[in-house]
Every structure is written in structure tokens, then in C-alpha cells.
């Protein structure tokens, strides 16, 4: 995080220490409901933790994280989905059949 981030967080002693290097603001939580969007993360997490069977090898664990990091960019820009697709096939150049038969060599 840059030290010039505007930081608003709960009032969590654990991010007191932080104030000196950060510009934090502190607010009462109210129960979650003033952090609903960091909440619904946390339980995510919460949850993919619980998930993952704890024999993973360290060689998998970056596949498993990858996985998470998808699915929660995913669950916090659904609105966005159908219009960032439709943004992308308008702007991307288009292939033509003799570019995808060169491409698998055919």
C-alpha cells in the first residue's frame, strides 16, 4: 500500500502502530455494517480456508491461491461482467478464419 493511500479502517488496535508511516482513519465497524464489502471478503476467505484440504502441498497452494483471488475479483465486479465483456469483443481486433487456421497450423 503507498504511504500516500488514504486508509479507512475499524478500530482494530493492531493498525495503531500503522498510523506513523500511513494516513489512517479509524471508524467503529457498527457491528460490520460500516465495512460490509470488507466482511463479505473476510467470510470468503473464511470460507476457501475451510475448503482447501490441509494435505495440499506447498506446490499446489499457489493454484489454490490463484483460485480464490479469481473468485473473489469476480464476486466483487459482477455488475461489470456482461458490460466488460462487451467492451472487450468491440475493442479487441478481430481474427479471421485464415488467422485461427495459421495459428493451429491447419
Not at 488514504?6 to 479509524?26: A, C, F, H, N
Not at 465497524?29 to 460500516?34: A, E, H, L, V
Not at 463479505?40 to 490463484?66: C, E, G
Request: glycine residues 2%.
Amino acid at each position: 500500500i503507498s504511504t500516500d493511500a488514504k486508509i479507512v479502517t475499524d478500530k482494530w488496535r493492531g493498525y495503531s502502530p500503522l498510523k506513523k508511516d500511513y494516513d489512517i482513519e479509524q471508524k467503529f465497524s457498527n457491528n460490520g455494517k460500516n465495512f460490509k464489502e470488507l466482511h463479505i471478503v473476510i467470510m470468503q476467505l473464511k470460507s476457501w480456508l475451510r475448503a482447501i484440504p490441509t494435505h495440499v502441498s506447498k506446490w499446489h497452494v499457489q493454484a489454490y491461491f490463484d483460485e480464490f483471488c479469481f473468485r473473489i475479483n469476480r464476486s466483487q465486479f459482477k455488475q461489470s461482467i456482461f458490460h466488460k465483456t462487451i467492451e472487450r469483443m468491440v475493442l479487441a481486433k478481430p481474427i479471421y478464419h485464415k488467422n485461427i487456421k495459421q495459428i493451429l497450423g491447419v
